[in-house]
């Protein structure tokens, strides 16, 4: 069973920044892969940025040079640095890790971009 507890979300204006953070129950190096995705009204969920075991990212078009995805191997924690916000940055951002071919969620927390 893994458990993910996000937290970092709020009400930020265009062009400020916000990290997320993802705590994870046991060791991260468990996971095959960590990621964030997001999910606004009206839309489907879609990756945000992702590391792969071994440490390689990925990140989608919209927010590369923006976002930076990074772990805390000692904390068991993921982050998501957010820079530069703009208002189409406002969705719920969700955990994902991947631990032997099934994906564990966390509960979503809000980012609002807004002024």
């Known amino acids: 069973q893994v458990q993910l507890v996000e937290s970092g979300g709020g009400l930020v204006q265009p062009g400020g920044s916000l990290r997320l953070s993802c705590a994870t129950s046991g060791s991260i190096y468990r996971f095959s892969t960590m990621g964030w995705h997001r999910q606004s009204p009206g839309k489907q969920r879609e990756l945000v940025a992702e590391i792969i075991r071994g440490g390689n990212t990925n990140y989608a078009d919209s927010v590369k040079g923006r976002f930076t995805i990074s772990r805390d191997n000692a904390k068991n924690t993921m982050y998501l640095q957010m820079n530069s916000l703009k208002p189409e940055d406002t969705a719920v951002y969700y955990c994902?890790?991947?631990?032997?071919?099934?994906?564990?969620w966390g509960q979503g927390t809000q980012v609002t971009v807004s002024s």
């Open positions: 994902n890790v991947n631990l032997s071919q099934r994906n564990y």
